[in-house]
């Protein structure tokens, strides 16, 4: 059975424990990226969500997993609030695999 995995600072990712994920507590954008590409390669993770402040940071590393089947990378909102970061990202790929941004606008 595949893993959900979060990556980002305490505060934001702690209460995700709860809920069964396993949780990358980072300080660092260095950290979030090393994170990020263990787990990935581990193969045991289906979705890894990384909080947006570090998904802007290490959007590079996050494009390598972007046409994999697994595992999913999404960004998350952090404990400042959306920057709209995560759906810009989610809009793009619905895009790719549409074909047409069928998104409503909000």
Same mark, same amino acid.
């Given at each position: 059975?595949?893993? =959900?995995?979060?990556?980002? #600072?305490?505060?934001?990712? !702690?209460?995700?424990?709860?809920?069964?994920? &396993?949780?990358? #507590?980072?300080? $660092?954008?260095?950290?979030?990226?090393?994170? !990020?590409?263990?787990?990935?390669? $581990?193969?045991?993770?289906?979705? =890894?969500?990384?909080?947006?402040?570090?998904?802007?940071? =290490?959007?590079?590393?996050? /494009?390598?997993?972007? #046409?994999?089947? !697994? +595992?999913? &990378?999404?960004? !998350? +909102?952090?404990?400042?609030?959306?920057?709209?970061?995560?759906?810009? /990202?989610?809009?793009?790929? &619905?895009?790719?695999?549409?074909?047409? #941004? =069928?998104?409503?606008?909000?």
């Amino acid at each position: 059975m595949y893993k =959900i995995g979060i990556i980002g #600072d305490r505060d934001t990712v !702690l209460g995700f424990m709860a809920l069964g994920f &396993v949780v990358e #507590d980072v300080k $660092s954008t260095e950290e979030a990226a090393k994170k !990020l590409h263990a787990m990935a390669k $581990s193969g045991a993770y289906a979705t =890894i969500f990384i909080t947006e402040n570090y998904a802007m940071q =290490i959007e590079e590393e996050m /494009n390598r997993y972007k #046409d994999m089947p !697994l +595992p999913a &990378v999404i960004s !998350l +909102p952090g404990q400042g609030g959306s920057t709209g970061y995560g759906m810009n /990202n989610i809009r793009s790929a &619905v895009e790719r695999a549409v074909g047409a #941004d =069928i998104l409503f606008k909000e």
